[in-house]
């Protein structure tokens, strides 16, 4: 089975292409919005090399709505030219741990936080005040905490990146998905101001 992986949720995208029993190839670059087009420029290289993909994957966050977005109109795009299945799952999960705590800022003065198991969100992503993230990480001490970007209100934070490619090795185990699926995770109801009369 060949993965294609889109990962844009956080200002460090990748893509991922992985084939079970053969190759594998990890794209990364910057992913901010003034950058987008090395998205689709290391995109149109992965097919060429490897061929069409069985499954595309795509990471849903929490991170840049913009880039989440982007990805998934992209992964919805391309199953109609190739018929590929398409997945979408958490971003937060793909790092290249075993357990932690991802952590981010979710703006408002809110923070967001989840508890990762081997690839799956034991806890979370749920938003906290910074106070109250301060608790849980105590309480997950033991734990590495990681964010997408510094946050300096927090100690022994680390800066690391979700990887498309280990997207792409945790859809092999998901059995079924498709289109319905792909929806950024939100952490809370969207801001919306209504005009006046």
């Not at 889109?6 to 991922?16: Q, R």
């Not at 292409?17 to 689709?40: H, I, M, N, T, W």
């Not at 190739?82 to 932690?100: D, K, N, Q, T, V």
């Amino acid at each position: 089975m060949k993965v294609l992986a889109l990962e844009l949720s956080t200002a460090v995208g990748s893509i991922g292409f992985y084939e079970e029993g053969g190759g594998r190839d990890l794209k990364v670059f910057p992913a901010d919005r003034k950058d987008s087009g090395l998205f689709y420029e290391n995109l149109q290289a992965m097919p060429e090399i490897f061929g069409k993909p069985d499954v595309i994957v795509v990471g849903l966050g929490p991170g840049s709505y913009a880039g989440v977005r982007i990805a998934i109109a992209t992964a919805i795009g391309l199953k109609a030219a190739w018929g590929a299945r398409l997945l979408g799952l958490p971003s937060i999960c793909a790092l290249e741990r075993e357990e932690y705590v991802a952590l981010g800022d979710a703006r408002r003065n809110s923070f967001f936080f989840a508890h990762v198991v081997q690839g799956h969100c034991a806890e979370g992503p749920t938003l906290a005040t910074a106070e109250a993230l301060r608790e849980k990480l105590r309480e997950w001490q033991h734990l590495p905490a990681v964010a997408p970007e510094p946050l300096p209100q927090f100690e022994n934070i680390r800066v690391e990146h979700p990887s498309a490619l280990r997207l792409a090795e945790l859809a092999l185990a998901v059995k079924s998905g498709d289109e319905e699926t792909l929806a950024p995770i939100y952490l809370r109801e969207p801001y919306i101001t209504t005009p006046r009369k």
